[in-house]
């Protein structure tokens, strides 16, 4: 039998930061085949953020630090910081390492953790994990990418798709079970590498003339593929995960889903029974952030004072991997 937890993690803080160069619609129409309509209609993008100058950990630092002067929390109080990221500045060391010491949290160890589009995610359930053991009182998890960095922006199936982003969130302790996180249900899936992939500069075909001239630093997709499992994907388990813990429709104050696709996110929420105002969106805005769709949205939210304590959200993701899953919080804070 799983043992009683001492506590729940809570959100407490949250923070973001996307920088000001914006790539439109009408952008690209000067760069490849498309059209604005074309666009709009089949993804729900407007524009995306394109970060000039740095790394990931310039998203990232900047968004922690938006969170630690937004909620007055001091660098030496961080016990841990996670980094969910596809777009490392280097693979290593660690972005969470660059911004431990770029905000001074003198006091943290941390890490980052791969998980594409589902990496927020699964970062704040292993940040959630070490809230709830007691071991920890102050995780900081962000979701941060630069995907910018590796879009093909010849390649006009994939690259209206991203842009750049950070967002951060910081879980501390909270005895009421009554808030938090409640439940989720994760998933990985292996046999979608071949969808979804980046095949160039890793251990398998590390840096060379040949992996460059053939692309393989680039977002590799199938859309269609990725489209059809992940509309099916995302709305199993989120369905799953409110039959799990007997909510209806009426219950769930928002869904949070990773914003890839305005279609995928409006077929889960039908699935579900949510109607449009029901759903966190700023994929009109941002594009697809991978890691920092879901923690922007809830940035963006709590700030327009549109989540309320005790609102219950159902944060749902689906990237590459597969990776996917649901998880269930109850907000924590005014
Ligand atoms: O976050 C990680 C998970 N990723 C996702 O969830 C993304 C999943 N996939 C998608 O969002 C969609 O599949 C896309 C937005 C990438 C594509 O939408 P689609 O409705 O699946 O379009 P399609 O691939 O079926 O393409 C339809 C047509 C094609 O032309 P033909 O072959 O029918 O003549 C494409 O060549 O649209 C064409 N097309 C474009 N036309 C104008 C593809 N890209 C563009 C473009 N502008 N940028």
């Given at each position: 039998?799983?043992?009683?937890?001492?506590?729940?993690?809570?959100?407490?803080?949250?923070?973001?930061?996307?920088?000001?160069?914006?790539?439109?619609?009408?952008?690209?129409?000067?760069?490849?085949?498309?059209?604005?309509?074309?666009?709009?209609?089949?993804?729900?993008i407007?524009?995306?953020?394109?970060?000039?100058?740095?790394?990931?950990?310039?998203?990232?630092?900047?968004?922690?630090?938006?969170?630690?002067?937004?909620?007055?929390?001091?660098?030496?109080?961080?016990?841990?910081?996670?980094?969910a990221?596809?777009?490392?500045?280097?693979?290593?060391?660690?972005?969470?390492?660059?911004?431990?010491?770029?905000?001074?949290?003198?006091?943290?160890?941390?890490?980052?953790?791969?998980?594409?589009?589902?990496?927020?995610?699964?970062?704040?359930?292993?940040?959630?994990?070490?809230?709830e053991?007691?071991?920890?009182?102050?995780?900081?998890?962000?979701?941060?990418?630069?995907?910018?960095?590796?879009?093909?922006?010849?390649?006009?199936?994939?690259?209206?798709?991203?842009?750049?982003?950070?967002?951060?969130?910081?879980?501390?302790?909270?005895?009421?079970?009554?808030?938090?996180?409640?439940d989720?249900?994760?998933?990985v899936?292996?046999?979608?590498?071949?969808?979804?992939?980046?095949?160039?500069?890793?251990?398998?075909?590390p840096?060379?003339?040949?992996?460059?001239?053939?692309?393989?630093?680039?977002?590799?997709?199938?859309?269609?593929?990725?489209?059809?499992?992940?509309?099916?994907?995302?709305?199993?388990?989120?369905?799953?995960?409110?039959?799990?813990?007997?909510?209806?429709?009426?219950?769930?104050?928002?869904?949070?889903?990773?914003?890839?696709n305005?279609?995928?996110?409006?077929?889960?929420?039908?699935r579900?029974?949510?109607?449009?105002?029901?759903?966190?969106?700023?994929?009109?805005r941002?594009?697809?952030?991978?890691?920092?769709?879901?923690?922007?949205?809830?940035?963006?939210?709590?700030?327009?004072?549109?989540i309320?304590?005790?609102?219950?959200?159902?944060?749902?993701?689906?990237?590459?991997?597969?990776?996917?899953?649901?998880?269930?919080?109850?907000?924590?804070?005014?």
């Amino acid at each position: 039998m799983a043992q009683e937890k001492k506590y729940n993690a809570i959100i407490t803080a949250v923070g973001m930061y996307f920088p000001d160069k914006v790539f439109d619609n009408k952008y690209f129409e000067s760069i490849i085949d498309t059209n604005e309509e074309w666009i709009l209609t089949r993804t729900g993008i407007r524009e995306r953020r394109i970060l000039e100058n740095g790394g990931t950990s310039v998203l990232a630092t900047n968004a922690a630090l938006d969170l630690m002067q937004k909620h007055n929390i001091k660098a030496e109080e961080i016990d841990c910081i996670i980094v969910a990221t596809v777009t490392p500045d280097m693979f290593f060391p660690p972005t969470a390492c660059l911004v431990q010491k770029r905000i001074g949290a003198v006091n943290a160890w941390g890490f980052d953790l791969e998980a594409a589009c589902s990496g927020f995610l699964f970062a704040f359930q292993t940040g959630s994990g070490l809230i709830e053991s007691g071991q920890y009182k102050k995780v900081m998890i962000i979701g941060a990418d630069k995907m910018s960095s590796i879009t093909d922006y010849t390649d006009r199936n994939n690259c209206i798709l991203f842009g750049d982003g950070g967002a951060a969130v910081l879980l501390e302790p909270i005895e009421d079970k009554n808030f938090g996180l409640q439940d989720s249900i994760l998933h990985v899936d292996g046999s979608g590498e071949v969808a979804l992939h980046m095949k160039g500069g890793g251990s398998l075909n590390p840096p060379s003339h040949e992996t460059v001239d053939k692309k393989m630093h680039y977002i590799y997709q199938d859309g269609k593929a990725v489209f059809k499992v992940a509309v099916k994907g995302m709305a199993d388990v989120s369905v799953e995960l409110m039959q799990k813990n007997n909510l209806k429709s009426e219950d769930i104050a928002y869904l949070v889903p990773h914003q890839a696709n305005m279609r995928i996110i409006d077929a889960t929420a039908e699935r579900m029974g949510l109607s449009r105002d029901k759903v966190m969106i700023n994929i009109d805005r941002y594009g697809n952030t991978t890691a920092a769709t879901i923690p922007s949205c809830l940035v963006e939210y709590y700030r327009a004072g549109k989540i309320k304590k005790g609102d219950k959200l159902i944060l749902s993701a689906f990237g590459a991997g597969y990776t996917w899953g649901a998880t269930y919080i109850v907000w924590a804070i005014d």
